[in-house]
């Protein structure tokens, strides 16, 4: 009744909540997916997604669904594992970001460890600069961080995200006084986006918070020191992203990036292809 096949397409949609992106990240095209679907929904009597041209929802049919569908996918990748014999293994030392590192990154990694039990992660966490600058120094394998728009550089950009200005739910700030910014130490994309946005809107700023990590910025901002500015999918739960009212300019875009020092092989195209689809499929939601 649950062929793998279907049950692959299945999972894909529910996670990404686009038929579009599950086909990507799947490699097939959309109307095989599409078929997919209607085939599992055949055998199981009933609409699994309620849809229509802008949102794809689960339906009380395809929650029950999803418990079946994944035990499904993983007992068939185990078997594949087990009589293909050779399983990729090895260590990837992987730099990230560390606004990535209390967002996205715990599913990349429960993604990998449930398909690759072998690989081993080396994490390194800090500011995307000084990852691609231990890349290039061949301390790094792979990276995951922010790039200015349009900027020069190697890697592939996975996504471009909308920079939002972020505080606490309750600040205000004070018309003729300068902007507070808590602010990373440089180099750092989003405080030299932030300042730029701000002399180019003509308003003054001092340096009210200096920190270099995301746990003090947030408890910064969230004290009411100041703002700053951040990525909109990756805004930390205990803040909030800023009304316009407050007269703040728009501070732009931010490219996010992976990077590899050589061609991804083995251990690290396994990291690099849990990485694209978690951050890459977001685009078309």
């Not at 949102?55 to 499904?72: D, K, N, P, W």
């Not at 715990?106 to 995307?128: A, F, G, K, M, W």
């Amino acid at each position: 009744m649950l062929d793998p096949r279907l049950c692959r397409s299945f999972l894909a949609v529910a996670e990404t909540r686009s038929f579009t992106a599950a086909a990507r990240r799947l490699g097939v095209g959309q109307p095989t997916v599409s078929q997919h679907i209607r085939r599992l929904e055949s055998a199981a009597g009933g609409l699994l997604f309620a849809r229509d041209t802008h949102t794809v929802e689960l339906t009380a049919r395809g929650e029950a669904m999803l418990g079946f569908a994944q035990a499904i996918v993983d007992t068939d990748e185990r078997a594949a594992r087990h009589f293909r014999g050779a399983q990729v293994r090895g260590r990837v030392r992987f730099g990230v970001s560390e606004d990535f590192a209390l967002g996205e990154l715990p599913e990349i990694l429960r993604l990998l460890r449930q398909s690759h039990p072998l690989v081993d992660v080396e994490l390194h966490v800090e500011l995307s600069d000084v990852l691609a600058q231990r890349l290039a120094g061949g301390r790094l394998d792979l990276v995951l961080g922010k790039r200015r728009p349009g900027a020069p550089g190697p890697g592939r950009v996975l996504h471009r995200e909308p920079l939002v200005w972020i505080g606490s739910p309750a600040t205000v700030l004070t018309a003729g006084e300068p902007v507070p910014l808590v602010q990373y130490p440089m180099p750092s994309v989003t405080r030299q986006l932030a300042v730029e946005a701000l002399e180019r809107a003509g308003l003054e700023w001092r340096a009210a918070c200096l920190t270099s990590s995301l746990t003090g910025l947030r408890a910064a901002a969230a004290a009411g020191l100041g703002v700053t500015v951040h990525a909109r999918r990756l805004v930390p739960a205990d803040l909030a992203e800023l009304p316009a009212g407050l007269g703040l300019p728009d501070p732009g875009d931010v490219d996010l990036v992976l990077l590899s020092r050589d061609a991804a092989e083995g251990p690290v195209a396994a990291l690099a292809e849990f990485v694209t689809a978690r951050i890459g499929d977001r685009r078309d939601r």
